[in-house]
């Protein structure tokens, strides 16, 4: 699977958006975006994933670049609950095993 | 509610002691993971099973030993072979009749292993 960049921490206010970056520059064509959130002490949930077209939801929204080379999670806004490490996936095919692979991600704090 | 169980929340493992993690899950899930987490690091897959009576290994599995016996299940058994079983193992699934790329995981609330 193609490796993805991640900022290591970011920090946000409550009630503003958040915009989390993600490289993936080796992306082909076949991976699909995934993410997923960690709470503290928690098991990973899953926020979102998409191909190509940005897409919605109602914990978040992914714009994904023109060339996929990069995309954006949106929280549109954060509260203290959203405090959390984001990881950015590639889901390539490998086998159909259903496989991830969970870098360290992005630990984003949220300021009352 | 539908959901992945693990227990117990903490475990201690004495030097030399083989130590077994329970994973179920009521999603009707065919595909099931052990990922391993320590301290600021991010997930590593210690094995996972596609269908009930086969698994395979991930990138950690020495030290690990696990069985698919029902749909439901998938322990994890730390043995006296892994010599740094100190973190946090997570149980995870999917459905098996998921598109590619459109599969998600459910994770369970995880488990402390820690060393006496």
């Known amino acids: 699977d193609a490796k993805t960049t991640q900022p290591n921490s970011m920090e946000s206010n409550e009630e503003e958006p958040v915009h989390l970056p993600c490289n993936h520059s080796?992306?082909?064509?076949?991976?699909?975006i995934h993410w997923y959130r960690q709470l503290p002490s928690q098991g990973p949930e899953y926020v979102i994933h998409?191909?190509?077209s940005n897409v919605n939801n109602r914990m978040a929204s992914l714009a994904i670049a023109e060339d996929r080379k990069s995309s954006t999670l949106i929280l549109h806004r954060a509260t203290l609950r959203d405090a959390a490490v984001y990881y950015c996936?590639?889901?390539?095919?490998?086998?159909?095993?259903?496989?991830?692979?969970f870098g360290q991600g992005t630990t984003l704090q949220v300021k009352p | 509610d539908g959901g992945i169980t693990q227990s117990p929340k903490y475990l201690f493992r004495k030097e030399g002691q083989n130590v077994t993690l329970s994973c179920e899950q009521n999603?009707?899930?065919?595909?099931m993971y052990w990922y391993r987490q320590d301290p600021g690091q991010g997930l590593r897959l210690i094995y996972y099973?596609?269908?009930?009576?086969?698994?395979q290994k991930g990138d950690i599995a020495e030290g690990y030993s696990v069985s698919r016996e029902k749909k439901e299940s998938f322990p994890l058994t730390v043995t006296s072979a892994q010599k740094n079983p100190t973190a946090f193992y997570l149980c995870?699934?999917?459905?098996?009749?998921?598109?590619?790329?459109?599969?998600?995981?459910?994770f369970g609330s995880g488990t402390q292993l820690s060393v006496l």
């Open positions: 999603l009707n899930h065919d595909a």
């Open positions: 998409g191909l190509t």
């Open positions: 995870a699934s999917r459905n098996g009749q998921e598109r590619f790329g459109n599969e998600k995981l459910f």
């Open positions: 099973s596609q269908i009930v009576n086969d698994f």
């Open positions: 996936i590639l889901r390539g095919f490998s086998g159909n095993t259903g496989k991830l692979i």
């Open positions: 080796t992306i082909s064509g076949t991976d699909y």
